[in-house]
């Protein structure tokens, strides 16, 4: 009696010759070379070849796999053979094979896909290409290794509002909605409430998407992007680095562990990192670009250039150290001998990457945080319950936020950011 199993791509392409499969997918493509019909079947584990020989298979068989159009949903059952011709030394000699789902003309033509924004316009479709099924793998991946990185390391995930009423990261930037006749804005980062979980739980962590109206078109700016955040109560800054340049080598030991694959479809080359990262202070990379010709003033952030050309300088990640608290967020300590320079960093990719993650020391008194609000100059009111929690037991505590479409562009060696995300939101694009 034969056996029949439910499979998938990578089962086939593993599997012992002989072995008698069923599997699901998509038409990648179709050949036929004198009478033996070839098509590549994708599904969601990978590719398999499929091949059907006239004569040998029943007639109503090879005709529905002559008439299956590219991306058609189908389903096939065979035998798996060894065949050094066939990808990856195996196919499905294909015994059963019913069109589910017929698919019209694909309209992605090889001259089509040479257009960016064609290829954007129509991602609902594109997204099927083997370099955007990569890098959502890798994608998963970088997220996945962020959940068992924080719970062996015992933090809480946590959740938090998408409607605020607070900028974290200044007012430029915010995306207002009216809530009921009330003004509310999509929450830029979700830091405070992050703090505010401390006393309850000391070490929490957070994966939810933030916004930003970023009215600059570049390769690194979305609107929409998901973010990593962790704060920890009972911390100063050292420790705060150490816990994410150790997130970042876990995510990249564990894309070389599981995602090689997809590493080499997207012709890229990843090492692992060693720690400690290098460090270099914000003074350090001022002076650094200047020599390159990138000068700024001290006191403003990096420019994009200054950032660019500071990236290219480096073979491994690395961190610009101690920024001015002009460039920084309000809610940043600084050193007590140094009150214009604050106890922060930038997790900087190199390859002109750029920024990936800031990690920073908060204030945790009250009095200096209020000093802090009114001489920024803007409304404590909406804070009152953030600036409250510095009444009620706030020891020393630090965080930082890593944006996962950009350690995904990163790692996976990605141009855009945009390529980064399945359905990215930039300034021009809202739609599919
Ligand atoms: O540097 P940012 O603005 O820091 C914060 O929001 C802190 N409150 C986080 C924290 O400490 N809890 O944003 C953090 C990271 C950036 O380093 C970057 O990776 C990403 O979020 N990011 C963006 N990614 C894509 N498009 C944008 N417009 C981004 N803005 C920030
Ligand atoms: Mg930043």
């Known amino acids: 009696m034969r056996v029949v199993r439910a499979s998938n791509a990578a089962e086939v392409m593993s ?5 008698h499969v069923k599997l699901n997918g998509w038409v990648v493509s179709k050949s036929t070379v004198g009478g033996v019909v070839f098509l590549l079947l994708r599904d969601g584990s990978g590719y398999v070849q499929l091949s059907a020989k006239k004569g040998t298979t029943p007639d109503s068989v090879f005709v529905a796999m002559k008439s ?10 065979g035998v798996v053979r060894e065949d050094k011709r066939a990808p990856g030394g ?76 607070a900028a974290v990261e ?51 700016h979305l609107t929409e992007f998901w973010m990593i955040e962790a704060e920890q109560a009972f911390t100063e800054q050292p420790e705060n680095m150490a816990l994410l340049e150790g997130l970042l080598a876990f ?23 060693s720690l400690p990262l290098p460090r270099i202070t914000y003074d350090e990379a001022r002076e650094f670009a200047a020599r390159k010709g990138a000068s700024f003033e001290w006191g403003e952030d990096l420019t994009t250039e200054a950032e660019r050309i500071i990236s290219l300088s480096h073979e491994s990640p690395f961190f610009i150290t101690d920024y001015p608290l002009s460039a920084r967020s309000f809610y940043h300590m600084t050193y007590r001998d140094r009150p214009k320079v604050t106890r922060s960093a930038d997790l900087i990719a190199p390859e002109g990457v750029g920024e990936i993650a800031t990690c920073g020391q908060r204030i945790a008194e009250y009095e200096e945080l209020m000093e802090r609000v009114r001489s920024q100059d803007f409304s404590a009111e909406s804070l009152s319950w953030y600036l409250e929690l510095r009444k009620y037991g ?24 945009r390529a980064a995300g399945l359905f990215p939101r930039t300034m021009t694009r809202i739609s599919p």
Not at 15 to 19: I, R, V
Not at 70 to 75: D, G, L, Q, Y
Not at 397 to 413: L, M, N, Q
């Open 68 to 77: 299956a159009t590219r991306e058609s949903a189908v389903t096939a059952e």
């Open 15 to 19: 599997a012992k010759a002989e072995a």
């Open 90 to 165: 195996r196919e499905l000699q294909v015994k059963d094979f019913t069109i589910i789902a017929s698919a019209e003309t694909w309209p992605i033509t090889k001259s089509a896909a040479k257009s960016a924004s064609y290829l954007y316009d129509k991602r609902h479709l594109s997204i099927r290409g083997r370099k955007v099924i990569a890098t959502m793998k890798i994608r998963a991946e970088v997220i996945g290794a962020s959940f068992d990185y924080f719970r062996e390391k015992g933090f809480v995930l946590i959740s938090a509002p998408t409607f605020v009423q």
């Open 251 to 273: 995510i990249v030991k564990r894309v070389l562990e599981r995602r090689k694959e997809e590493l080499r479809i997207l012709g890229r080359s990843l090492k692992e990192l």
């Open 394 to 417: 706030m020891p020393p505590h630090t965080g930082f936020g890593i944006g996962v479409e950009r350690t995904t562009r990163w790692i996976a060696g990605l141009k855009h950011i």
């Open 170 to 220: 200044g007012g430029s930037t915010l995306f207002e909605v009216d809530y009921f006749g009330k003004k509310a804005y999509l929450s830029q980062s979700a830091q405070f409430y992050e703090e505010a979980a401390l006393p309850a739980l000391e070490k929490v962590w957070i994966f939810q998407p933030a916004f930003r109206a970023e009215k600059s078109r570049t390769a690194k």
